[in-house]
């Protein structure tokens, strides 16, 4: 499968961006499909993941403000962001993991996951 992500961009603290990751290839009804992030000197970092089955997962930083959804029909994963955070600026990176196909649980690692999407800028300013 491979996997494209966009929305990325430049807004301000306490503004909204929606990414969206779309798969080609294969249909995302396979796989379980997450959100990471990175900035400069750190490692990858997971932000939130949608099962097979559909669980949703988030990291404690994230909940309350961002949402993941699947649409196996359009094949895409969105991750609406608000409350957006100087904190949150990152590239964020989505990806697809196929092993946990009939599963409710998803990884939380980079390892877990097979399929990466090329990376999108979100900055948020102060």
């Known amino acids: 499968v491979q996997l494209q992500a966009s929305g990325g961009g430049l807004v301000q603290a306490e503004g909204s961006l929606r990414l969206s990751c779309v798969a080609s290839g294969r249909t995302f009804s396979d796989y379980a499909v997450a959100w990471f992030r990175q900035v400069p000197g750190k490692e990858r970092e997971f932000v939130s993941a949608v099962s097979w089955s559909g669980n949703r997962y988030y990291t404690d930083a994230v909940k309350g403000r961002f949402t993941i959804s699947k649409d196996n029909v359009k094949n895409t994963v969105v991750l609406q962001m608000n409350s957006l955070k100087p904190e949150d600026t990152a590239v964020y990176y989505c990806?697809?993991?196929?092993?946990?196909?009939?599963?409710?649980?998803?990884?939380?690692?980079?390892?877990?996951?097979?399929?990466w999407g090329q990376g999108t800028q979100v900055t948020v300013s102060s």
């Open positions: 990806a697809a993991d196929r092993k946990s196909s009939g599963s409710y649980l998803v990884g939380f690692e980079v390892s877990d996951y097979d399929y």
